[in-house]
């Protein structure tokens, strides 16, 4: 149990271009889902905290206009790179928890590669 | 600030070795405790969490908590080349989160040599 989905796992696209990430839980209803970012060689780095049915909760630094989040369900959340430039070519990581309780993990989903040319 | 401190290695150990990685947290009031493992190129996946005071085995993994000391620990027996990998320990930090996030530490990337 505790799979997560994350589509596409890989995207190449010109500078410019606006990219969507789905990341969805598929046997469980996650109330929050999380965002990472992981550049080569670097530790992970946590984006936004996404709740369904509310705004996400974005981290110092990280430019809410620029990565929109939508949690539109218990099972689906979406992080649009709008206007990707190269700088932002990384690996997106999602990840859910299963309930607020403090002995839930959060499972990660598999990633999205993200290349701007 | 909730800070989680990891050896960021590598780690060096034969196969059949016992692998040993240390984490430490800042957060006294910090309710539970995970190990990720990740192998390059991926997206971390869970190991095991523990939320008491003591040992907990699974199979060659074993987690140690010592919340006095702010300390966790995971064991990782008989090690093999395929336990290669960064392992990340995570924290959750004290009641008042609302938000349900995780603190990660940096990893510790551990290498086994046959």
């Known amino acids: 149990g505790a799979v997560v989905s994350q589509h596409p796992s890989r995207v190449i696209c010109k500078s410019g271009t606006s990219v969507k990430i789905e990341c969805r839980s598929l046997?469980?209803?996650?109330?929050?889902m999380f965002w990472y970012r992981q550049f080569p060689k670097q530790s992970l780095m946590l984006m936004a905290t996404s709740n369904e049915g509310s705004k996400a909760t974005y981290e110092q630094g990280v430019e809410k206009d620029k990565f929109l989040i939508n949690h539109a369900s218990l099972t689906l959340s979406t992080l649009t790179v709008t206007s990707a430039h190269p700088e932002d070519s990384s690996f997106y990581i999602c990840?859910?928890?299963?309930?607020?309780?403090?002995?839930?993990?959060?499972?990660f989903g598999d990633g999205t590669r993200l290349s701007i040319l | 600030q909730k800070e989680v401190e990891q050896n960021s290695g590598p780690l060096s150990v034969p196969e059949g070795a016992i692998a040993s990685l240390n984490c430490t947290y800042s957060?006294?009031?910090?309710?539970?405790f995970f190990w990720y493992r990740q192998y390059s190129g991926k997206s971390p996946e869970l190991i095991m969490f523990i939320y008491s005071n003591g040992d907990k085995e699974d199979g060659r993994f074993t987690a140690q908590l010592n919340k006095a000391s702010q300390y966790v620990s995971l064991l990782i027996r008989d090690s093999q080349p395929s336990d290669s990998a960064t392992y990340l320990c995570?924290?959750?930090?004290?009641?008042?989160?609302?938000?349900?996030?995780?603190?990660f530490g940096r990893g510790t990337q551990l290498t086994v040599w046959p």
């Open positions: 995570a924290v959750f930090p004290d009641r008042g989160s609302t938000l349900g996030r995780l603190y």
């Open positions: 046997d469980f209803q996650a109330t929050t």
């Open positions: 957060d006294r009031g910090s309710q539970s």
């Open positions: 990840s859910a928890r299963r309930g607020t309780g403090s002995n839930q993990p959060q499972h």
